[in-house]
T-cell receptor
């Protein structure tokens, strides 16, 4: 298996622009998680899905952030409009049932 | 709420030195405990885990024992290598909850 796939690996954008991060989970996994990693706050869970349904989005920082999972093999995290404080590494992870989470390589976002 | 506290880094060792990274947790129940490792520019990878008291997780020469009496899960390795240089995260998952609780991470640098 190719593992969790994220794209792009790096994104540089200007403040106010829309940013879309993409994730393809491991085939057969029924849970998908979005995390944000910063030096100041460490790793934070933003949202997670079970069977494509959002279960807990309490970690989503504000209305500028939205996440979707239209099918079992694809999810997006969108920031609109982006701000410099959104600069971070965003990780996607997936799992099957009670098994361990498998993380993608991350997307490094820089908002100028 | 649940939390994980791990020793702050950075930790710098010479090759073949003994490694200990301390980790303690607080939880209302009996969490599963994990160590994840993040190599430069990569996502998190599961290093080892323990799901109940007195379990010992081990992998790649690393070990950690789930100590309920001291609520600890310290990571150890008898002889580190340069390739072990990475950030190590202590993680707990309380009961049937799927939300990971992360420690802040410890940066380990091993010099030849």
């Amino acid at each position: 298996d190719a593992g969790v796939i994220q794209s792009p690996r790096h994104e540089v954008t200007e403040m106010g622009q829309e940013v879309t991060l993409r994730c393809k989970p491991i085939s057969g996994h029924d849970y998908l998680f979005w995390y944000r990693q910063t030096m100041m706050r460490g790793l934070e869970l933003l949202i997670y899905f079970n069977n494509n349904v959002p279960i807990d989005d309490s970690g989503m920082p504000e209305d500028r952030f939205s996440a979707k999972m239209p099918n079992a093999s694809f999810s997006t995290l969108k920031i609109q409009p982006s701000e410099p404080r959104d600069s971070a590494v965003y990780f996607c992870a997936s799992k099957s049932g009670p098994d361990t989470q498998y993380f993608g390589p991350g997307t490094r976002l820089t908002v100028l | 709420g649940d939390s994980v506290t791990q020793m702050e880094g950075p930790v710098t060792l010479s090759e073949e030195a003994f490694l200990t990274i301390n980790c303690t947790y607080t939880a209302t129940g009996y969490p599963s405990l994990f160590w994840y490792v993040q190599y430069p520019g990569e996502g998190l990878q599961l290093l080892l885990k323990a799901t109940k008291a007195d379990d010992k997780g081990s992998n790649k020469g690393f070990e950690a024992t789930y100590r309920k009496e001291t609520t600890s899960f310290h990571l150890e390795k008898g002889s580190v290598q340069v390739s072990d240089s990475a950030v190590y995260f202590c993680v707990s998952i309380p009961g049937s909850n799927y939300k990971l609780t992360f420690g802040k991470g410890t940066l380990l640098t091993v010099n030849p």
